[in-house]
């Protein structure tokens, strides 16, 4: 189905078509380098490579039962701070206003301090930022890491999305559009596939005088290689 529309497609443009050659390695839609920004010594590690992890899952933890019983002082000073001070908004009216100040800056206060306490906490447990496949790993249970000196815990990519980042020739910089149908074979394969240029880098890499572009595909191996080409209507920008 997708070579015929590709076809009708490519009868369509006609003779005015240009075929551009491009060069593209795969790379993963989205990755990131995973660290903590705190310092400590892992106590747990949740993943592994290869492991799929939904956004938000733990990955790893530091120990951290110091940060948990500051936390648990911050919501107990934060309970009784509130009651204090809603019991003087009974009577606010007949009392000292700076004694309800005072009252007020204290509950105030005791919501910012549970909120410092919890964000300590946080940087203690390594979540996973969006839905993917943890691809590197360098962590064990017992680690010793520092937020002085960051280091990558884990490495993820996105579970399907790809793309293929393109080069091509600079002289085709005003042919090559967004929209353009690429048709192209992986290394190793002789199956053609197609896909469309969903985005055209906005310089020029001036140490191979090429044009760097994306196209979107999914389930194919970050790494890979190949080429194709570019199907364009023939005609420049102005």
Do not use: C
């Amino acid at each position: 189905m997708k070579k015929i529309i590709f076809i009708s497609i490519f009868l369509v443009i006609g003779l005015h078509a240009e075929e551009i050659y491009a060069t593209f390695n795969v790379e993963a839609d989205r990755s990131a380098n995973l660290a903590f920004s705190s310092s400590g010594i892992v106590d747990s590690v949740m993943a592994d490579i290869g492991t799929e992890v939904k956004q938000g899952d733990t990955l790893a933890t530091l120990q951290n039962d110091d940060l948990k019983a500051m936390l648990h002082v911050a919501q107990t000073a934060l309970k009784y701070a509130k009651k204090e001070y809603e019991r003087q908004v009974k009577v606010k009216n007949i009392i000292d206003r700076s004694r309800f100040d005072q009252y007020a800056f204290k509950y105030e206060n005791a919501k910012v301090q549970l909120q410092y306490q919890q964000a300590l906490l946080d940087k203690t447990i390594l979540k996973a930022p969006f839905d993917g496949v943890i691809f590197a790993k360098s962590v064990e249970e017992g680690d010793v890491v520092s937020g002085a000196m960051i280091r990558t815990i884990f490495k993820i990519q996105s579970l399907h999305q790809r793309k293929l980042v393109l080069e091509f020739d600079q002289k085709y910089w005003n042919v090559v559009r967004t929209g353009d149908h690429f048709s192209y074979k992986i290394d190793g394969s002789d199956a053609v596939h197609q896909g469309i240029i969903s985005k055209i880098y906005p310089s020029v890499d001036s140490s191979k005088r090429k044009i760097r572009a994306e196209a979107e595909t999914k389930d194919v191996m970050v790494g890979l290689f190949g080429d194709g080409t570019v199907i364009t209507s023939g005609k420049k920008q102005d």
